[in-house]
């Protein structure tokens, strides 16, 4: 079975391994919950980490899922989950502090590099750059970013048994 483990909690900075994992080859789907705690999830177009403080910025398309962002500009927590394909290992981080914004020219381009590196991962369980735009849609529409401090990372890598 594999395994979760926090790793820290509170104001977590992310580790160079971390940062790494999270922004490179990996698939994005983010959740939160209504007050009425019904889950709403969202697929991640990218990812950057800033460098100065320890602040998330997941970029999502507003369309594909109209009420999240509604519901988390209320709630403000929500738990991202960065997972590659090959070996199934991934990371959560969760966060209490999200606030939503607008993309700008700098996110576009991540989410233009994130789907070549998601048509690399798709590529390694046999689909081609179709199941990409089946994923993440085409064209992509309007892109906010939802920003957030880690509050609770959980490294999950699959054993033997998982």
């Known amino acids: 079975m594999g395994s979760a483990r926090p790793e820290e909690t509170l104001r977590h900075a992310l580790s160079r391994q971390h940062r790494a994992f999270i922004t490179g080859d990996v698939i994005i789907d983010l959740a939160t919950v209504d007050t009425d705690g019904a889950p709403l999830i969202a697929i991640g177009h990218g990812c950057a980490v800033s460098t100065r403080s320890p602040r998330v910025a997941v970029l999502?398309?507003?369309?594909?899922?109209?009420?999240?962002?509604?519901?988390?500009?209320?709630?403000?927590?929500?738990?991202?989950?960065?997972?590659?394909?090959?070996?199934?290992?991934?990371?959560?981080?969760?966060?209490?502090?999200?606030?939503?914004?607008a993309a700008g020219s700098a996110e576009l381009a991540i989410a233009s590099a994130y789907r070549t590196r998601l048509a690399r991962q798709f590529a390694l369980l046999g689909l081609g750059p179709a199941g990409t735009e089946v994923y993440l849609g085409t064209p992509p529409g309007e892109l906010a970013v939802l920003r957030f401090t880690p509050t609770a990372v959980f490294q999950q890598t699959p054993g033997p048994q998982a």
């Open 60 to 101: 999502v398309e507003r369309g594909q899922c109209a009420a999240f962002p509604a519901v988390l500009s209320r709630t403000r927590s929500t738990a991202a989950t960065f997972g590659r394909a090959p070996d199934h290992e991934a990371i959560q981080i969760k966060g209490a502090d999200c606030t939503i914004v």
